[in-house]
């Protein structure tokens, strides 16, 4: 994911990562990770992320 998309994803559709921001727009960073890195793998073809 590239900065720019990650920058979008979290100003404007953080659901369409998996993501849940609380109610001050913030995330946990490990949940952020853990997102970005799953959405990678789905969209290389992959099952599953390794973290």
């Not at 990678?40 to 599953?48: A, S, V």
Request: hydrophobic share 40%.
């Amino acid at each position: 994911m590239r900065p720019a998309s990650l920058s979008y994803v979290l100003r404007h559709e953080p659901q369409a990562i998996g993501l849940t921001l609380d109610s001050e727009g913030w995330v946990d960073i490990n949940a952020l990770i853990t997102c970005a890195c799953q959405k990678l793998w789905q969209k290389c073809g992959l099952m599953t992320c390794c973290l």
